[in-house]
């Protein structure tokens, strides 16, 4: 039977639902005061101040985080591909004089053509390296060009006064400077070709100058690349990725051939923009980016005819930018996290003030107090035997009846006081003095 008994008591202390036992004062769990109800009610109003003040700032966009990963890309054994079309690249090519005039593309076509090339290299270990091109036509550019930025377009005079990929351009890159396999575009400026010439302005009849005169005018102009590109706006919760437009300007030199390399990246920009959490709602979108990487100069050699070469890359970086609006989640988190904060300090504050109420509040439901200058001396001619026992039965408040100890305690005191024994109780105060 013990083994049997002490087996229900182990049981029984697992028991983790157990009904919970409770002291009540005035059908209270806690002792509520004046006191603690004034700290309280300013509580409360610090917490509703600051709710509002995460509302406000959900609803004004404030307190987004913005994160940014970088990846790195081997793009030797990597295969990957970006596409690109009008929607995503974007360039035009124009000629400045030395005195920073725009040139007129039907004279500058008698010195020079631009060449636009989607070149791919490939390598094959029974073959060896092969080389394939394909011509990207040219055209002058329109208003409805640079996705239709027209007010762009018009304040840079592009229009008619800069040339333009073709409207159904679209090529895709690949690898990258250092890989055996690799796809690029490249911009070449050349000497005029009688061919090009012929076949740029048809009905012009020009003819192309000769290497003296197209030395001297490319040692006097200068070359204009403008360029598109996207960039991520942080805290613009409508359009974020907003289109921009930059330029490139170099000088050509008949001794020397210039090379400029330009990197194409391809980014991300992932949107957590719901008013309410999170992950509510996602939205993910790719931008790009041209960074120029390098460039470099070698010396002009004999039947080269090219000036200057713009070759555009793939870059091997790819870059994600993570926004998350702050919201009506993240203010009801951080007010409870405020509440909690607060309430754990005030308790620890106030927890001896709170304990010294509820002792006062007792004494003054439970004992009688009297001042000693107010109490009656006895009458001397009066004979009060000193032993008397006299029971006097005091009645404890009705939130007391259960307190059978302190109905005991009272009448005990009030039993010694009548027999004229001076006593002094647990709280160190003194009710009768017998030599007053």
């Not at 081997?74 to 005039?101: H, T």
């Not at 010195?111 to 791919?120: H, P």
């Amino acid at each position: 039977m013990s083994r049997v008994k002490k087996l229900k008591e182990l049981i029984t202390n697992l028991d983790s639902f157990g009904h919970p036992i409770t002291l009540t004062y005035k059908n209270q769990s806690t002792y509520k005061s004046l006191f603690g109800g004034i700290v309280t009610i300013l509580i409360q109003l610090v917490v509703g101040g600051y709710f509002i003040s995460q509302l406000a700032a959900v609803f004004n966009r404030d307190g987004s985080q913005i994160t940014r990963q970088t990846k790195i890309m081997d793009l030797v054994l990597n295969d990957q591909k970006i596409q690109l079309d009008r929607s995503n690249f974007e360039i035009a090519f124009n000629f400045w004089d030395s005195n920073f005039g725009m040139n007129d593309l039907d004279v500058v076509a008698q010195y020079l053509q631009i060449r636009a090339i989607v070149f791919e290299i490939l390598y094959d270990p029974q073959i060896g390296i092969t080389q394939q091109q394909r011509a990207i036509k040219l055209e002058k550019c329109g208003i409805d060009r640079f996705n239709g930025r027209s007010d762009v377009v018009t304040n840079l005079g592009i229009v008619d006064h800069h040339i333009c990929f073709q409207k159904d351009f679209d090529a895709s890159l690949y690898g990258s400077t250092y890989s055996q396999n690799v796809r690029y575009i490249s911009a070449n400026i050349t000497k005029c070709s009688q061919q090009y010439l012929d076949e740029y302005l048809p009905d012009k009849n020009f003819k192309c100058k000769s290497d003296k005169e197209i030395d001297d005018f490319a040692n006097g102009v200068m070359f204009e690349l403008v360029y598109m590109y996207n960039t991520f706006e942080e805290n613009d919760f409508d359009s974020p990725i907003k289109q921009q437009i930059s330029a490139f300007y170099s000088g050509l030199n008949s001794d020397r051939r210039a090379i400029r390399i330009y990197s194409v990246q391809k980014n991300f920009a992932e949107r957590r923009d719901s008013y309410f959490a999170n992950s509510l709602s996602t939205q993910r979108k790719e931008f790009y980016q041209i960074r120029q990487e390098f460039d470099f100069n070698t010396k002009q050699v004999e039947n080269q005819d090219t000036f200057l070469a713009i070759q555009f890359f793939q870059s091997n970086q790819q870059e994600t930018i993570q926004r998350s609006a702050f919201t009506l989640i993240d203010a009801i988190t951080n007010t409870g996290g405020l509440v909690s904060i607060i309430f754990l300090v005030t308790q620890i504050l106030i927890k001896r003030i709170q304990q010294q109420l509820f002792f006062q509040s007792l004494i003054n439901s439970n004992y009688l107090f009297y001042e000693k200058d107010k109490v009656q001396k006895p009458n001397p001619d009066q004979k009060i035997p000193l032993k008397q026992e006299t029971s006097i039965d005091l009645k404890p408040s009705k939130k007391h009846n259960q307190n059978g100890k302190l109905k005991k305690d009272l009448n005990n005191i009030f039993n010694h006081s009548v027999s004229g024994e001076t006593f002094q109780n647990d709280m160190g105060w003194r009710d009768f003095d017998e030599e007053s």
